[in-house]
């Protein structure tokens, strides 16, 4: 038997209904923050890429020369073509752009437990605004994504730093600027590392890197976005972390991670302020201050599965986009023509309605109504010219004459 490809996955309907309510609940918790969705093709040239992260990028990348001779890759991120997009349209649209994207990404790496070949990914940015505003309402949409499926601040964290704390600290003690990416990797990467080993590739500034990595740096700029969010209710929510440096150098400002409390996952969720890249990816063309942040689903879907709150709301949530509103019960296979024209103006009216394609016994037609989360059956029967619904929840049943049962199904349940 064929199988999936190494680190992608078929979506059966039930992890498909999974999906698509995790898509849904990440829809509607942007849009209340006022970001309206965009998305961009799925193949860019790999010149893109390589232009944001290097040639050695090219190893990582699901890459190909097309029929034409054109060096193609299907996309592992999302914000060079973001880059590229705002760069050629940005003069048609209002500035701050508020913009996210729910997107399918691809990366050529091993596969491990939280990591895929294949995921998709929220990209969430605002673009043209350079004030620790944008920063806060980035953090503060991030935080909402999480307690749309209950998480609390028990569960997760925003772990907050600042890249310029640490160039302020490697100008402060003469570390040459073409060092910075390097060290600034070196801390990053602290947390996993011996304390040994980073001290030895820090060098001369191992003292003061390690101190302030001991707890002994303080960010007025991170106490002030803190102060923000506590506006907000959401303090609790995030935590000062300066060994949170993030590996990608195109961050320019505040960057952060989260994590789940435990810190038995991947992070969650990461990003911050890079308001170079636009410029770098356009050579020079536009230029616009940006700070966005991404999450994939395959993390966040493993915590889901494991926190008992969130694995309730995501199930209530499943249920709910895939109930039936009606099922048709057809007792008496005489009243099937009757049953079909109601089922098509109930449908036409925007219910979800189902019915069995052939005579099936009616115990067998009840089962498959309760199995589709049906809220409600109608039997035609014996009753004709009037229907008997049944509330499944309730058990109640009502008979009702043929024209008066779209009036009180309208009365009794709004779309």
């Given at each position: 038997?064929m199988?999936?490809?190494?680190?992608?996955r078929?979506f059966?309907?039930?992890?498909?209904?999974?999906?698509?309510a995790?898509?849904?609940?990440?829809?509607?918790t942007?849009?209340?923050y006022g970001?309206?969705?965009?998305?961009?093709?799925i193949?860019e040239?790999?010149?893109l890429?390589?232009?944001?992260?290097?040639?050695e990028?090219?190893?990582?990348?699901f890459?190909?020369?097309?029929?034409?001779?054109?060096?193609?890759t299907?996309?592992?991120?999302?914000?060079?073509t973001?880059?590229r997009?705002?760069?050629?349209?940005?003069?048609?649209?209002?500035?701050p752009?508020k913009w996210f994207?729910?997107?399918?990404?691809?990366?050529?790496?091993?596969?491990?437990?939280?990591r895929?070949r294949e995921h998709?990914?929220?990209?969430?940015?605002?673009?043209?605004?350079?004030?620790?505003?944008?920063?806060?309402?980035?953090?503060a949409?991030?935080?909402?994504l999480?307690?749309?499926?209950?998480?609390?601040e028990k569960e997760?964290?925003v772990?907050?730093?600042?890249?310029?704390?640490?160039t302020?600290?490697?100008?402060?003690?003469s570390v040459?600027?073409e060092?910075w990416?390097d060290?600034?990797?070196?801390?990053?990467?602290?947390?996993?590392?011996p304390?040994d080993?980073?001290?030895a590739q820090?060098g001369?500034?191992?003292?003061?890197?390690?101190?302030?990595?001991?707890?002994?740096g303080?960010?007025?700029?991170?106490?002030q976005?803190?102060?923000?969010?506590?506006?907000?209710?959401?303090a609790?929510?995030?935590?000062?972390?300066l060994?949170?440096v993030?590996?990608l150098?195109?961050?320019?400002?505040?960057?952060?991670?989260?994590?789940?409390?435990?810190?038995?996952?991947?992070?969650?969720?990461?990003?911050?302020?890079?308001?170079?890249?636009?410029g770098?990816?356009?050579?020079?063309?536009?230029g616009l201050?940006?700070?966005?942040?991404?999450?994939?689903d395959?993390?966040l879907?493993?915590?889901?599965?494991?926190?008992?709150?969130?694995?309730?709301?995501?199930?209530?949530?499943v249920?709910?986009a895939?109930?039936?509103?009606?099922y048709?019960?057809?007792?008496?296979e005489e009243r099937?023509?009757?049953?079909?024209?109601?089922?098509?103006s109930?449908?036409e009216?925007?219910?979800?309605v189902?019915?069995?394609?052939?005579?099936?016994?009616?115990?067998?037609?009840?089962?498959?109504?309760?199995?589709f989360?049906?809220?409600?059956?109608?039997?035609?029967?014996?009753?004709?010219p009037?229907?008997?619904?049944?509330?499944?929840?309730?058990?109640?049943?009502?008979?009702?004459?043929?024209?008066?049962?779209?009036?009180?199904i309208q009365?009794t349940w709004?779309?």
């Amino acid at each position: 038997m064929m199988q999936p490809l190494p680190g992608f996955r078929d979506f059966l309907p039930p992890s498909c209904a999974a999906r698509n309510a995790l898509f849904a609940c990440w829809r509607e918790t942007c849009r209340r923050y006022g970001f309206v969705e965009w998305d961009g093709p799925i193949l860019e040239p790999t010149e893109l890429f390589q232009k944001k992260s290097g040639p050695e990028i090219v190893a990582q990348l699901f890459n190909f020369t097309d029929k034409g001779g054109r060096e193609v890759t299907l996309r592992p991120e999302l914000t060079p073509t973001l880059a590229r997009v705002v760069a050629t349209h940005e003069r048609e649209f209002r500035k701050p752009f508020k913009w996210f994207s729910i997107a399918q990404c691809f990366r050529y790496e091993k596969q491990q437990r939280g990591r895929l070949r294949e995921h998709f990914q929220l990209n969430c940015d605002i673009l043209g605004d350079a004030s620790p505003a944008a920063e806060a309402e980035l953090i503060a949409l991030a935080i909402d994504l999480l307690r749309a499926f209950r998480f609390t601040e028990k569960e997760v964290v925003v772990r907050l730093s600042d890249r310029e704390f640490w160039t302020d600290l490697l100008r402060a003690h003469s570390v040459p600027e073409e060092r910075w990416s390097d060290l600034l990797s070196v801390i990053d990467k602290s947390e996993r590392e011996p304390r040994d080993k980073t001290a030895a590739q820090l060098g001369s500034v191992a003292g003061p890197v390690l101190e302030v990595l001991d707890g002994g740096g303080r960010s007025e700029k991170l106490e002030q976005l803190v102060d923000a969010l506590r506006l907000r209710g959401l303090a609790d929510f995030v935590k000062i972390d300066l060994s949170i440096v993030r590996g990608l150098a195109y961050y320019t400002g505040v960057v952060f991670e989260v994590f789940d409390r435990s810190g038995t996952f991947r992070a969650i969720a990461g990003g911050g302020r890079y308001d170079n890249l636009i410029g770098q990816l356009s050579d020079g063309a536009v230029g616009l201050p940006a700070v966005g942040f991404a999450m994939g689903d395959v993390v966040l879907g493993e915590m889901i599965a494991a926190v008992p709150a969130a694995r309730e709301r995501m199930t209530k949530l499943v249920l709910n986009a895939q109930a039936l509103d009606l099922y048709l019960v057809i007792a008496k296979e005489e009243r099937r023509p009757d049953a079909v024209r109601q089922l098509q103006s109930l449908r036409e009216a925007g219910w979800r309605v189902d019915y069995p394609l052939t005579p099936t016994k009616v115990g067998k037609q009840f089962q498959i109504a309760e199995a589709f989360g049906a809220k409600a059956t109608l039997l035609y029967g014996d009753e004709w010219p009037s229907v008997k619904m049944k509330t499944l929840a309730t058990r109640e049943e009502l008979l009702l004459p043929n024209e008066d049962l779209f009036t009180h199904i309208q009365r009794t349940w709004s779309h």
